[in-house]
């Protein structure tokens, strides 16, 4: 079984207060170092682990990147 399996999908609408890291300008405008490092679930009401984290960024890279340009600005 993969990781991948064992991780409960999130929706992108399912949280909150997502924060990206390793935001590089020479990098624009595809930011593809940054990652999203913090963020809230909140029907659950707890912080994001790493690895859901992870699964938000492969599943909502468009969203990692307007957080990482919006962080710029």
């Not at 935001?23 to 029907?43: L, N």
């Not at 912080?47 to 957080?67: A, F, H, K, M, S």
């Amino acid at each position: 079984m993969i990781l991948k399996d064992l991780i409960k999908m999130i929706k992108i609408e399912d949280v909150e207060n997502l924060c990206v890291d390793s935001v590089d300008t020479r990098d624009y405008p595809h930011f593809c170092d940054a990652y999203f490092c913090e963020g809230w679930h909140i029907a659950e009401d707890r912080e994001l682990t790493e690895d859901e984290l992870i699964q938000l960024g492969d599943d909502y890279p468009e969203v990692v990147n307007e957080l990482a340009y919006e962080s710029l600005i």
